[in-house]
C-alpha cells in the first residue's frame, strides 16, 4: 500500500575545491552501487540540486557538508534541514579545523542542527568513519522509507484499527513488513490460501500460518514459539516477567552465568523504550541508538547465552511457593526465582470521544510505525517525559508542526534538558503550556481536538494525529498480596518494605520484595529512577542477588 519512490535513494555531499576529488572517491567506493551519489562543490549547486531531486519524487538519505565550505556548513544544513526534515545530516570537517570547529558545532549538535559530525578521512579503510555514516543511513532506511525485503505480510483495507498496533509491534521488533490490499494480487493470493472466509486483517509471517483477525497480541504470540516447547517438567532457574531495558539486561547476565532463563513479554521485547525513535543519552552511543536497535542487539544477546523470550504472553497470576508458578495466555510456567520488571503502561486519557478514535489518528504511545503517515499534517503529543520528546523530533521530520501539550507551565520538570534545547530550536515544534485535550472527533478518524487552557477557555484545533504518552501506570494486577504494592502499584523492593514485612527478621536484598526469591526491577519498582540506563544497571545488579537466593537450593 506503500510506493516506493523513483530511483535510488540520494547522498549528496557538498564539498570545497580542496576535498572534492577525495570525498567523491570515499562516497563512491562504499555507497554507489545501492544510492545516487552526488558531489556538488558549494551551497548554491547544493541547493538547487535538492531542489530539483525533491520535486522529482526523489528521497534524498543522507547529506554531508564540508564544515570548510564558503559561509560554513551549518546555515546550508539549516535549510536542507527545512526543505528535507527526514535526511540525516552531518558536517565533515578537515583534521587541521577540528580543534577550531568543535566550540562552533557541539552547541550545534545539542540543538538539533545536525545529526554527527566527523573527520574527514586521512587515508584508506577508515571504517570508523563508514561506520557513522552506515548507521546513519540504516536510521534513514528504518524510519523514512519502506523496506526493500520485507519478511511478513499484512493485508488490509484500511479501516481496520487494530493495524497501528501491529505496525508498532513488527517495527519495535526489528521486522520488515509490507502491506496489501485485498484485492491486490498478492492480497487475493493470500486470502485464496485460507479456508473459509477470513477476517481482516490478515498477518503472514515467514513460514508461519496465517494470522487472521489478527491483533498485536495475536501476531506477538505467533514468534518464538510457545513456553509449551519447554516441557511440562521444566523449571526455570529465572523468570522474567517483562522483556524492557531491565528483563533484557537480566536475561543476558542471568542466562551468561548458567541460570536456565525465560522472559514472557505481552508485547514487544524492549518495552516503551523500544519505541524510542532516538535515544541519544545511554552510555556507549554517542551518535545515540533508536529503542528498536538497542532492543534487538540486547535480545540477540540473551538468546545467544541460551535465554528463551516469548512474546505475547501476558502474564495473569501468579502463585507464591518453593517453587512459583506464573500464569500466562496460554499456559504455567514455573520458577525458583521471578524478576517483576513488566515496565509501566500509559494512562488512559479519559475522554470517551478521543478513545473511540484509537488506532484511526488516536495512538497510545510513540507509535513511529506511523510516524510517515503523517506526513504534511498537523499533530499534537499530550506528555512532557523524554518519550514526548524523542516522539516530537521524529514526528517532526514528518508532520507540518507538532504540538506539545502540558499541563504544566513547562518541560523542565519532566524532561532531559538535551531534548528541551533541541526542542526548543525546531521550527516545527511548539510547546503549550497549561492546557489538556476535552475532546475531539472527526468523520471515521480524528480531524480536531478541543484545548482546555487553565483558565477554562476552549480552543478547538485542526489535528489529524494525537499521540497520548500520559505519565505511568504499572502493570502488576496480577500480582498476589505476598508481593506488597506502594499506593500507586509499584512494587515495594529493600529499604521501601516496613521491618514488619521482613521474613524471619532478615532486611530483604535491594532489589527483592516482600517474597523471597520474587524480585523487582526498573520503571515497575518503588522508588526507580525510570530512565532506560538505570532500568538496565537494575536488571543486571538483580542477578547477583538471585544467585543469592538460589545457592542453598541449587544442585
Known amino acids: 500500500m506503500t510506493e516506493s519512490p523513483p530511483g535510488n535513494p540520494v547522498i549528496l555531499v557538498v564539498a570545497t575545491p580542496e576535498h572534492h576529488a577525495s570525498l567523491a572517491d570515499e562516497?563512491?567506493?562504499r555507497y554507489a552501487r545501492d544510492y545516487d551519489l552526488h558531489v556538488v562543490e558549494g551551497g548554491a549547486q547544493a541547493y538547487e540540486l535538492k531542489g530539483y531531486l525533491m520535486s522529482e519524487g526523489r528521497q534524498v538519505a543522507l547529506v554531508a557538508v564540508d564544515?570548510?565550505?564558503?559561509?560554513?556548513?551549518?546555515?546550508?544544513?539549516?535549510?536542507?534541514?527545512?526543505?528535507?526534515?527526514?535526511?540525516?545530516r552531518i558536517a565533515l570537517v578537515p583534521v587541521a579545523q577540528f580543534a577550531a570547529a568543535l566550540d562552533e558545532l557541539r552547541p550545534a549538535l545539542g540543538q538539533?542542527?545536525?545529526?554527527?559530525?566527523?573527520?574527514?578521512?586521512?587515508?584508506?579503510?577508515?571504517?570508523e568513519f563508514h561506520t557513522a555514516i552506515s548507521e546513519y543511513l540504516s536510521d534513514w532506511s528504518w524510519s523514512a522509507t519502506a523496506p526493500v525485503v520485507a519478511g511478513v505480510q499484512i493485508v488490509d483495507d484500511g479501516t481496520q484499527s487494530s493495524i497501528p498496533a501491529i505496525r508498532d509491534f513488527l517495527d519495535r521488533m526489528g521486522i520488515a513488513y509490507e502491506r496489501f490490499l485485498p484485492d491486490s494480487e498478492t492480497g487475493r493470493e493470500l486470502i485464496a490460501s485460507i479456508d473459509g472466509e477470513p477476517t481482516l486483517p490478515i498477518v503472514k509471517s515467514f513460514s508461519r500460518e496465517p494470522v487472521t483477525a489478527a491483533t498485536e497480541r495475536t501476531v506477538a504470540a505467533a514468534f518464538y514459539g510457545t513456553p509449551a516447547d519447554l516441557g511440562d517438567d521444566?523449571?526455570?532457574?529465572?523468570?522474567?516477567?517483562?522483556?524492557?531495558?531491565?528483563?533484557?539486561?537480566?536475561?543476558?547476565?542471568?542466562?551468561?552465568?548458567g541460570l536456565s532463563t525465560v522472559v514472557l513479554e505481552a508485547d514487544a521485547i524492549g518495552g516503551q523504550a523500544g519505541s524510542s525513535s532516538m535515544i541519544r543519552n545511554y552510555l556507549g552511543f554517542p551518535r545515540g541508538v533508536s529503542g528498536m536497535r538497542l532492543a534487538l542487539r540486547a535480545r540477540v544477546q540473551a538468546t545467544r547465552f541460551g535465554a528463551r523470550l516469548y512474546t505475547g504472553r501476558a502474564v495473569t497470576g501468579l502463585r507464591v511457593g518453593d517453587v512459583h508458578e506464573v500464569d500466562f495466555e496460554g499456559g504455567t510456567l514455573r520458577a525458583r526465582s521471578i524478576l517483576i520488571s513488566c515496565g509501566v503502561s500509559y494512562r488512559r486519557l479519559g475522554v470517551a470521544a478521543i478513545e473511540e478514535l484509537e488506532g484511526r489518528g488516536v495512538h497510545y504511545g510513540a507509535a513511529t510505525s506511523v510516524a510517515r503517515d503523517m506526513q504534511g499534517r498537523d499533530v499534537f503529543i499530550v506528555g512532557g517525559g523524554n518519550s514526548a520528546g524523542q516522539a516530537a523530533l521524529h514526528l517532526a521530520r514528518f508532520a507540518r508542526s507538532v504540538t506539545i501539550v502540558v499541563r504544566r507551565d513547562g518541560l523542565a520538570e519532566t524532561m532531559s534538558a538535551y531534548l528541551i534545547n533541541e526542542i526548543a530550536t525546531h521550527k516545527r515544534i511548539s510547546v503549550r503550556t497549561g492546557s489538556s485535550v476535552v475532546d475531539g472527533g472527526g468523520d471515521g478518524r480524528l480531524q480536531w481536538i478541543?484545548?482546555?487552557d487553565s483558565a477554562g477557555a476552549t480552543e478547538r484545533m485542526s489535528a489529524e494525529g494525537l499521540f497520548l504518552l500520559l505519565g505511568a501506570d504499572p502493570g502488576c494486577s496480577w500480582l498476589p498480596p505476598e508481593v506488597?504494592?506502594?499506593?500507586?502499584?509499584?512494587?515495594l523492593t529493600g529499604r521501601e518494605i516496613p521491618m514488619d514485612r521482613w521474613v524471619d527478621g532478615r532486611p530483604p536484598a535491594p532489589l527483592e520484595t516482600t517474597t523471597p526469591g520474587i524480585f523487582a526491577a526498573g520503571d515497575v519498582r518503588s522508588g526507580s529512577m525510570k530512565r532506560v540506563a538505570s532500568a538496565s544497571g537494575e536488571g543486571a545488579a538483580s542477578v547477583a542477588q538471585v544467585h543469592a537466593h538460589l545457592a542453598p537450593v541449587r544442585p
Open 27 to 29: 562516497f563512491a567506493s
Open 67 to 88: 564544515h570548510s565550505i564558503e559561509g560554513g556548513a551549518l546555515p546550508l544544513l539549516d535549510k536542507l534541514r527545512v526543505a528535507s526534515p527526514t535526511s540525516r
Open 112 to 127: 538539533g542542527r545536525l545529526d554527527t559530525y566527523l573527520l574527514i578521512p586521512q587515508g584508506a579503510r577508515d571504517e
Open 234 to 257: 521444566f523449571i526455570a532457574d529465572l523468570l522474567v516477567v517483562g522483556g524492557g531495558p531491565a528483563g533484557l539486561a537480566a536475561a543476558v547476565y542471568g542466562a551468561s552465568e
Open 450 to 452: 478541543d484545548l482546555e
Open 484 to 491: 506488597v504494592q506502594d499506593e500507586r502499584g509499584f512494587v
